[in-house]
């Protein structure tokens, strides 16, 4: 009789649909998975007191961890995704009942800096985040597309521009430099503010674009598959990353996935074998009109070339099935 692999996945379980998506894919490569939530307590409390790194969070989550999923059980596999709550004591807890200890940054250190003081302490870790990568000698394993639906042999085309992202940094500013330069005939804009608090820093940072772009901003995310048929209905869909993250975000890969172009912000997608200028053009704020526009003017005239890279290919590198974690050769050629 062959025994089933056991995995304990600890992961922030509202963040949006991963729980589920990523036990699915355990579950393809033939573990039994048991989950917990990243920090204790759950909710919002627990949220602010992991972003504020508070030690009340690290003895909670140590607490409910160890005592329902810990004492008295053992796993093949444990798998840490942010861990905003743990700690090097949970850490050694988890150890003696779990043979082996993977984690994934899915942030960069400077917005979850809470792995810092245990990421050496577990059998591998990774992140996808370059310029950590860099500085801490951490493997890269970048991200994927949860998207699986069959996709038309035609793409219906009703944007010619889409734009849906959670509203912070300098996300307003650079969709109002973008669409003064190109001036599209058809977008789709869905701006997502997460709560009272950040609105209020949003409107305060930039009243004027938040009062011109009023009617795209909402209080509620766009549902997964509304967000998925407007990149799947645009011919050009905008990624912005934030200054302070280097890894390149699900977005591209599901655009990619769906053969839709981009424009980005992030210097760091030519470092990823799955772009190329067929399929995306790099623009900054501070850069020149014409940069865009003779990158839009280029983009068009090459066929789209893309490869995908799913959910199966990500888990399969965390858990070494089929790791390549160098980053990929600089794509001189964007």
């Known amino acids: 009789m062959i025994l089933q692999k056991t995995c304990l996945l600890i992961i922030p379980k509202k963040f949006y649909f991963f729980e589920k998506n990523i036990t699915d894919a355990l579950n393809d490569k033939g573990y039994k998975v048991t989950v917990s939530n990243d920090e204790y307590p759950e909710g919002i ?3 602010i ?22 004492k008295d059980k053992s796993y093949d596999v444990a798998l840490i995704f942010k861990g905003r709550g743990m700690s090097g004591k949970l850490i050694m807890a988890i150890e003696k009942s779990v043979k082996k200890i993977i984690a994934y940054n899915w942030d960069s250190f400077k917005y979850n800096p809470g792995p810092l003081k245990w990421y050496r302490s577990v059998s591998q870790y ?11 000698n951490i493997p890269v394993v970048e991200l994927f597309t949860s998207f699986t639906a069959t996709l038309p042999k035609q793409k219906n085309i009703k ?43 949003n409107f305060i940072k930039n009243p004027r674009l938040y009062l011109k772009y009023r009617k795209y901003i909402h209080n509620k995310p766009l549902s997964y598959a509304d967000y998925t048929k407007v990149i799947n209905d645009s011919v050009f869909t905008v990624d912005y990353a934030h200054s302070d993250q280097t890894g390149i975000t699900m977005r591209c890969y599901e655009a990619v996935k769906m053969n839709t172009k981009l424009i ?40 789209f070339s893309a490869k995908t890279r799913d959910i199966n290919d990500f888990i399969g590198e965390i858990l070494g099935f089929n790791r390549n974690t160098e980053p990929a050769h600089l794509n001189l050629s964007m």
């Open 45 to 47: 409390l627990g949220k």
């Open 49 to 70: 007191m992991g972003k504020l790194q508070l030690p009340f969070v690290f003895i909670k989550t140590y607490k409910i961890i160890y005592n329902r999923y810990l």
């Open 126 to 136: 990774f992140t996808f985040d370059y310029d950590d990568a860099a500085k801490y």
């Open 159 to 201: 944007y010619d521009l889409s734009y849906i992202v959670r509203n912070h940094s300098e996300r307003l500013q650079y969709i109002d430099a973008i669409l003064n330069i190109l001036k599209p005939e058809s977008v789709f804009i869905y701006i997502y503010e997460m709560n009272v608090f950040t609105f209020i820093e």
């Open 264 to 303: 980005t912000n992030n210097t760091h997608i030519s470092k990823s074998e799955y772009f190329n200028p067929s399929n995306t053009i790099v623009y900054n704020l501070n850069q020149h009109a014409d940069i865009l526009l003779k990158g839009i003017a280029k983009c068009k005239t090459l066929p």
